[in-house]
């Protein structure tokens, strides 16, 4: 089964203000957890990453948690823009090239 | 740079019959891998090749296949079509391998079986 799994499957967020998406996952061995975003019509495009060794790791207006204790991610997006608005996906992987997507949480920008 | 292509966009096949799905990857990524994508089961990994071999599988029946050619280039096949196949089939292509988690994705191939 996924070894990483997402708590809200729709999340919907006022443009300016700042959105947090949540996953939770089973696998401990993970080298990587990786967020994705996929638009309408589009394949995911990779977002930002962080080593199972990090606990934070800031991007534009992006910023990872990881919390190995309870094994939680969550993905941080600062002044929410309309272009925000997507299916994000985390995944996981042991650097083997195989990734291991979650549910999808979809992200809609109220105007 | 051209970003992963996949081709056809969208293809209607009947029970039974058989599908190939084709993809070029970003010139200079030599990693393929291929993705199936529903509402109901989400992303699920099919398989990667890299220089022509294949180097992981998911778990997918036999009647799922994939090769790479020299150039990079990849096919998958899925003989034997059944319904449950109508998904979204997405191909990746990636660089080093420390960097194997940072995949780019092709618009992909909407499959539909009736």
């Known amino acids: 089964g996924e070894s990483v799994g997402l708590h809200l499957p729709t999340l919907s967020v006022q443009e300016g203000d700042n959105s947090i998406i949540n996953c939770a996952y089973s696998?401990?061995?993970?080298?990587?957890f990786i967020w994705y975003k996929q638009e309408s019509g589009k394949g995911p495009q990779f977002i930002i990453d962080?080593?199972?060794?990090?606990d934070k790791r800031q991007g534009q207006r992006v910023t990872v948690l990881l919390n190995k204790t309870v094994k939680h991610l969550s993905l941080q997006i600062a002044a929410t823009q309309p272009g925000d608005s997507a299916v994000y996906f985390c995944?996981?992987?042991?650097?083997?090239?195989?990734?291991?997507f979650g549910a999808g949480t979809t992200v809609t920008v109220r105007a | 740079k051209a970003g992963v292509t996949q081709t056809p966009r969208y293809l209607i096949k009947t029970r039974g019959q058989q599908v190939t799905l084709s993809c070029s990857p970003i010139?200079?990524?030599?990693?393929v891998s291929w993705y199936q994508q529903t509402p109901g089961q989400g992303l699920q990994f099919l398989f990667e090749y890299f220089s022509e071999t294949q180097r992981n599988k998911g778990n997918f029946p036999g009647r799922f296949s994939g090769r790479q050619f020299s150039n990079s280039r990849s096919e998958m096949n899925v003989s034997t079509l059944e319904l449950g196949d109508s998904a979204l089939y997405l191909c990746a292509s990636s660089t080093t391998r420390d960097r194997a988690h940072e995949q780019y994705f092709g618009p992909g191939t909407r499959l539909t079986v009736t």
């Open positions: 010139s200079g990524h030599r990693s």
């Open positions: 696998n401990s061995a993970s080298d990587y």
């Open positions: 995944a996981e992987t042991r650097d083997d090239y195989k990734l291991s």
């Open positions: 962080i080593r199972s060794n990090m």
